[in-house]
């Protein structure tokens, strides 16, 4: 299975910014959150409206809420693949999720030797 690696940036508008990771691997949600979080505000971090430490702690914060959800709540494993949506607002200096607009898509990875059981199985019975 190949994964896009492109990070999706979408504006909503200069109240509202919205972020999604695309189709990533549960093992790599934080990495990916974080890198898409500072890409989209590159900008504000070059002009100085916002800090590095800012985006840092805003990323953490969303990446520890969903840590809580997928390890210690859906025992997800490392393989299984997720899209995370967040929408956000920019305030003095400050990122603010909007937890209400959170939204996580998963799929859970069906392991090969299960997968070629079942499909051994349909072989046989159509032949």
């Not at 702690?57 to 997720?82: I, P, Q, T």
């Not at 607009?101 to 159509?126: A, C, G, M, Y």
């Amino acid at each position: 299975m190949i994964i896009s690696k492109q990070l999706r940036i979408e504006y909503v508008n200069s109240a509202k910014n919205s972020i999604t990771t695309g189709l990533v691997i549960a093992g790599a949600y934080a990495d990916k959150l974080r890198k898409t979080l500072f890409a989209q505000v590159r900008e504000y971090v070059k002009t100085g409206q916002l800090k590095q430490e800012e985006v840092a702690r805003a990323a953490g914060e969303l990446n520890s809420l969903l840590f809580r959800l997928l390890v210690e709540e859906l025992e997800l494993s490392k393989g299984d693949v997720m899209r995370i949506r967040a929408q956000y607002q920019l305030s003095t200096g400050k990122i603010i999720w909007d937890l209400g607009s959170l939204q996580v898509e998963i799929f859970r990875r069906i392991p090969d030797d299960e997968v070629n059981k079942i499909l051994s199985t349909i072989i046989q019975r159509t032949t």
